[in-house]
């Protein structure tokens, strides 16, 4: 059994053998919020990206910089948008024959499938369910947020390029 040091009492105390009632629905609240986060960043960027890549395409460069200044924007912004598109993209990853997860759901074969399995959870159960979920869902947000910082990184880079194209022009 694990203990905990708890200094008010000057002695051990046995660890608590599940979280606090409510910690995994709270935690997947969370993680489920900065999920949507995520999609709206990328799909914000995505669309400025397509924006300037329309206005983009009706101007013509005469100098060479410009022309490779203009075609390096270009690429990249639209490296950009596929990138905010991969964010958005739903990624659908799996812990089996869960209760929240809605793929899992649907494993049950019915409702009064799922309606059983539920009915048989204890509080210990639901707290396990989340847990499994949550991680889940992190290693989702993980990925998101990974291509996310590189969606912003060739945006600005393609952005600053842009600028330069139509400095020159």
Do not use: C
């Amino acid at each position: 059994m694990d203990t905990v040091q708890v200094p008010d009492q000057g002695g051990l105390k046995p660890a608590a053998q599940s979280p606090p009632k409510g910690f995994g629905e709270a935690v997947h609240s969370y993680l489920t919020q900065l999920v949507v986060v995520a999609d709206a960043k990328a799909a914000l960027l995505m669309t400025l990206a397509l924006a300037v890549i329309g206005v983009l395409l009706t101007v013509n460069f005469a100098t060479p910089v410009a022309v490779i200044a203009h075609w390096a924007g270009l690429l990249l912004l639209a490296t950009s948008g596929s990138l905010g598109a991969f964010v958005i993209f739903p990624r659908l990853p799996s812990g089996g024959t869960g209760v929240i997860f809605w793929e899992d759901i649907l494993k049950h074969g019915s409702p009064d499938g799922y309606l059983r399995y539920v009915q048989g959870l204890d509080s210990t159960k639901v707290e396990q369910e989340y847990a499994a979920q949550n991680y889940y869902i992190s290693v989702v947000l993980h990925k998101k947020f990974v291509t996310l910082i590189w969606e912003v990184v060739a945006f600005i880079i393609g952005a600053l390029l842009t600028l330069i194209a139509m400095a020159i022009k």
